[in-house]
């Protein structure tokens, strides 16, 4: 008798626990599945997309009664003997499932780990490791994507060779270099944006194969497996965090057709959420911010005075980001009052929002490609007022702010200009702003374009030495003193011989580097350095060392385009140089010496 009222009640609380499973299904699970997508959603805003993807047939829940009917017999009228063996099937799918969990937050934990690595030190091997990790997720989530997608927007724009790695394959090899070429190298936004589409992708058949399990559910068509399974989760769904990041990714490009590609996404978004009111697909501020600094990379300002209506528009507030795109913008212009109208575009956005101390530096920059950079150590000065005043340390300068002014002064036609970038040189070392090689090469520029004089040539020596002796001289430094020695020594070879030596030694030898040594020396001392055998610079670098192709080839940065900006060269002068070049007297002849020293400055690491 006791056994029979055991066997009773059991039955009792397993109809009981079947009624809270069917009302789990009609209310909580539908979102409980969205809330792990998009955590914005247990707020208590309805969220029309969310519900149009998530919920139960309306045959279920208008049939819920019947339903059970359909659903209990096999497991509620079934034997202790099934029960038993129904539990454990059921605790066996529960453990295979936290597994599955598991092993995908552990994995997401590593992906995360190496998104960290790349945005603190642009490694690009982290983010093959990354798209190797989400391959070999059985189970990925939205949040291994996101992660994935940070670890290509952060070393962008990188190239990748994806090589045998496709989207749909669940293993696979990539690899990632800044001078990719070939067929199967492209950019890592361009892979981040393919990863985006994967997800779209994704999603679309999870939600459709959750939707037909309800479907079948509620036609009683589910055999009893598919019913202790339960239904099929929706791991995937893109987010405004997944659009934003493809965005930053195509952002760092650079260019106006990139610009153009964060705007379609941003369009694809707002047309996502217009359509089906999904508050995760809602663009924000970030997202606009993102667009901003797209179109001001590439010098764009009237578009970004457009999209600062259009988030006005859209009750958008726009911030001191949004606006130092702006002033970016204006910097990058490169129109004729690009000064004057940065700087008044910067006493408007005074009155709208607290600025900081990169606002003031980007004008200050409009002013240095405008050559006024009087009016850039002005802005210095108000800006140090400020943060004197008021202790707001966003407004306190940095290495920047200075190497921005001190880079303005070399670029002009100053008087004195090489004592004023050594007053700010002193100024910032007195604050206990810590120096970069950026400030020192911009100092020894000051000096190599200023009229020689014995001030400025004690004053370019000292700064070179301590460069060197600090050991923080690259080949910018070299190329920069050998443009002073063309300029304070023309007759007189034997320090450029001395830098050039230097060079070798250190492994700095840059294709810059090479020209400047052409302008700063005779043609027989410049082939007794180099070695007659090697007429071209391109030439020499290819033979020299298979790093330095990728300038020959065109693959990578041209070096002869930044000497001329951080130089202050001229296409003509490069070609009056080629054109002066003297014609070796003894055909195949060649110094040993200097082959031999230009083949050890190429050999060593150079920082391109």
Known sequence: MGRTCERQLLVLCKRMSRMLFLLSILTIIPCTSSWMINPSLKKGGRNIGSVKLFRAPVGLRESSSALEQQTSPPLLHASSENQEAWRSKRQEIDRIEREIDIA??????????????????KNTTAAVQAIRLLRTLSHPDSVAYNSVLKTLAKISPARINLGEVSSSSSKGRARLSKSGNGPSWTDAAHVAEELLKEMVSLHRQQVAANQQW?????????SEMELEQGAPRVRIKANVRSFSTVMDAWSRLGDYEAAQKCEALLQTMKDEYEETGDLALQPNLITYNTLLSAYAKCGYPAKCMELLERMSDENVEPDVISHNSVLQALARSRDEDQGERAEAYLRKAMNKVRLNGRSYTTCMDAWSQEGCPERAHAL?????????????????????????????YAVSSVPDKAVKAQ???????????????????????????????????AMLKGVYQTVVRANKADHFTFGTVLKACSNFFPDDASFATLVFEEACRRGQVSEGVLKQ?????????????????????????????????????????????????????????????????????????????????LLQGLSSKTPW
């Open 423 to 457: 007053a700010l040189f002193r100024d910032m070392i007195a604050r206990n702003i810590k120096t970069n090689q950026v400030t020192t090469n911009a100092l020894l520029n000051a000096c190599a374009s200023s009229p020689p004089s014995a001030e400025v040539i």
């Open 104 to 121: 995908t937050y552990q994995t997401n934990l590593k992906i995360a780990a190496l998104a960290e690595d790349c945005a603190r030190r």
């Open 214 to 222: 309800y479907d079948r559910l509620a036609k009683g068509l589910l």
């Open 380 to 408: 210095l000065k108000e800006m140090l007022s400020n943060y004197e005043r008021t202790g707001n340390e966003n407004l306190a300068p940095n290495v920047i702010t200075y190497s921005t002014i001190i880079h303005a």
């Open 517 to 597: 040594l052409r302008f700063a020396v005779p043609a027989d001392v410049y082939f007794t350095l180099v070695g007659e055998e090697h007429d071209q610079v391109a030439e020499i670098l290819k033979n020299g060392n298979a790093t330095c192709e990728s300038f020959v080839a065109g693959n990578g940065p041209d070096p002869t385009n930044e000497l001329f900006e951080e130089y202050d060269l001229t296409p003509s002068l490069a070609a009056s140089a080629r054109t002066s070049r003297q014609t070796p007297t003894t055909e195949g002849q060649e110094s040993c010496r200097g082959s031999k020293m």
